[in-house]
């Protein structure tokens, strides 16, 4: 039996911190969507746990990660065979088809597809809410990328309800090429005037896409991205590449960046700005996607 998981690309549509634990944690609130398509993970039947890195970003992720041990899809492994009190092994493929360290949510993306493919393969019948009580365990984002669907976010990541993109969107995910890490930029938010806790604000409901697009542009920022753009400058070309093409309903970054997405409700418009940046900037990772409705 071998079972293949989609691992998709988490955007944060807009990203609020709302105040901070006394242990440190940023309390947040963020809208989740998904991509369609992503990084893949793949399991099979073996008598141990083995980890194979294939795609184009195996060797970025093996450079960090050189010990199998550290890869949060072997952990993910691990925890579940402990929480289940099994002792069945697994071979485990993982295609990096997303950078590394970019914001989109990678490699709790590609725990959490582990974890759904292996409850498959090993037959255990866990319902999500339980594997999100593993996944935390992993990582704050674990427990949403489980649902690949849209979710508002709010807590550390571990608290979230439903939502419906209120049409279809396309989405083009631009990179520089740059990687940074989370903990970095949330240490320049926390140093910077930029950290001011912005109050709680649910989410009204939205008569059509119109309605949408402009409140969350209008209502909405990511926090982050003043802090991520002091210590990689290249966001501003990217987001200023974004912002110049027609048809563009939302240009921001995502997460702690440095992954930057521009949101079309006319797929059309989409592919033109894709060719237009492929051409303009080939030294960049991009990428045409849909956006999961929910």
Known sequence: MVISKTAPAKIN?????VGRREDGY??????????????????????????????????????VCPEAEQNIVLKAAVLLQREANLFQGAAITLEKNLPIASGIGGG?????????????????????????????????DVPACLYQSPLMVS???????????????????????????????????????????????????????????????????????????????????????LKSHEGVELVRMSGSGATCFALFSDPHAAGKAHRALQQSNPHWWLKLDKLVAG
């Open 108 to 140: 709790s993306a590609d725990a959490a597809a582990t974890l759904l493919a292996l409850n498959e393969l090993w037959q255990l019948g866990f319902g999500i809410e339980k594997l999100a009580v593993i996944g935390l365990q992993l990582g704050a």
């Open 155 to 241: 807590g550390i990541g571990e608290h979230f309800e439903p939502v419906k993109l209120p049409g279809p969107y396309s989405v083009l995910l631009v990179n520089p090429h740059k990687e940074l890490s989370t903990p970095s930029v949330f240490g320049a938010f926390h140093a910077s005037k930029d950290e001011c806790f912005l109050p709680s604000a649910p989410l009204p409901a939205f008569r059509d896409p119109l309605d949408f697009n402009t409140w969350v542009r209008e209502e909405s920022q990511n926090v982050l991205e003043g802090p991520a753009i002091s210590l990689c400058p290249e966001i501003i070309d990217v987001l200023g590449a």
């Open 26 to 63: 940023h309390l947040l609130e963020s809208l989740f969507v998904f991509t369609e398509t992503g990084d893949v993970i793949t399991v099979s039947p073996h008598e141990n746990l083995t980890l194979t890195l294939a795609g184009p970003y195996a060797a970025a992720l093996g450079a």
């Open 13 to 17: 549509l807009f990203l609020h911190v």
